[in-house]
Every structure is written in C-alpha cells, then in structure tokens.
C-alpha cells in the first residue's frame, strides 16, 4: 500500500511534467530571452518566493552566480530571501509585506529582471515585489500555479508568465524546479552553444 501511494507521487509527477512541456515550452523560452537580454546587458535577476518557494529562488541564484552543469562566467542573480536579518529587520519595521519590494526598489534597476515564485500568487508581498520591479521599469517572470492568482493578474504584456496547471502544491514546485533547470541550462546554451548531453 505504501509503495504504491510513493509510486502514484512519481507518476502524477511525470504526467503533469508530460502535460506541461509543450504549453509552457513558449512561455519559459521567453523568460530565457528576457533573463539572456538582461544579464548580457550586464543586469542581473533579482528572485524572490516565501517558504518553499523562497527556497526555489535560492536554488536559481546558486545556479546562475555559480553553476548548473557547465562552467561559466558569473551571472548576476540575488535571492531576496536569503537574508533572515533584512527579511526580518524590514517585516518588524515596515511589515511582511514589503521585504522584497523594499529591496526591489532599492536593489532593482530598468532593465533587470524580477523572478518572483509563487505557488498561488496571492501573497501580498509577491504583488508587492512585482509593483515594486515596475515601478523600476524591470521585467518581471512570475512562476505561480493554480490560475496565477493575484500576481498573474498585475503582470503586464511585457512580462512573462508561467502558470502551473494544477491545484496541488507539491506538483506545481515540482515543475518550478524542472522550469528554473531548464531557464538555466537554456542561458548556458545561448552563451556557450550547445552540449552534447
């Protein structure tokens, strides 16, 4: 019984993974665009997400300023949740809602790029974060899942948006990682051409 539940985890996973890789095959090459425009340009991606999705934008910055699978020059990403002494020097002054927008405005230039993770995309500090980037004329490539929420809907023609299909929080982090792997490995290709696998 146990194995089975463990093995339909692995299946739901694989089948919406199948589902996802034509309809956000467009939008996640036009998140590689944008982010390829901006770090050429010498600009640099500013990502943010609470909870496990705040660990997600981890992920991506580690990846970019280091590495994913090929060696490269350094690329300028910062996760705006990796500091708990900012995140919680800025919620106990100013509230929770404004820790990433704060460092948006002050971090964010035109030109930059605002990765905002969100499974749900209600959080008021992801609406507020993306107000923030446009505020600073950046562009802004929001993951989310479940109809894109409040954030989906502040996203503008310039933006990117990749919308997870399903309802299930574990299903849509699972494509958000498979969709920052992908960004990245599309960024190494347009820089250093293609690998054979």
Not at 1 to 8: A, C, G, K, Y
């Amino acid at each position: 019984m146990l194995e089975q539940r463990v093995q339909q985890h692995f299946i739901d996973s694989a089948d919406l993974k199948y589902q996802c890789a034509e309809s956000l095959s467009l939008p996640i090459a036009a998140a590689v665009q944008a982010v390829l425009a901006c770090v050429t340009s010498g600009g640099k991606v500013l990502a943010c997400g609470n909870g496990s999705s705040g660990a997600d934008a981890q992920r991506f910055a580690s990846h970019f300023v280091g590495r994913l699978e090929r060696d490269r020059p350094e690329l300028g990403a910062i996760a705006l949740c990796a500091s708990s002494a900012l995140l919680t020097g800025v919620a106990e002054d100013n509230g929770f809602a404004d820790v990433y927008a704060r460092q948006v405005r002050a971090l964010g230039v035109a030109g930059d790029v605002l990765l905002a993770i969100s499974t749900h995309g209600n959080s008021a500090n992801m609406l507020a974060a993306v107000n923030a980037a446009h505020e600073r004329e950046m562009i802004v490539v929001g993951l989310c899942g479940s109809g894109g929420g409040k954030m989906a809907q502040a996203l503008r023609d310039t933006d990117v948006s990749i919308c997870v299909p399903h309802e299930r929080t574990s299903r849509i982090q699972e494509v958000h990682v498979l969709t920052l792997h992908c960004i990245c490995d599309a960024v190494d290709a347009q820089l250093l051409g293609e690998q054979e696998t």
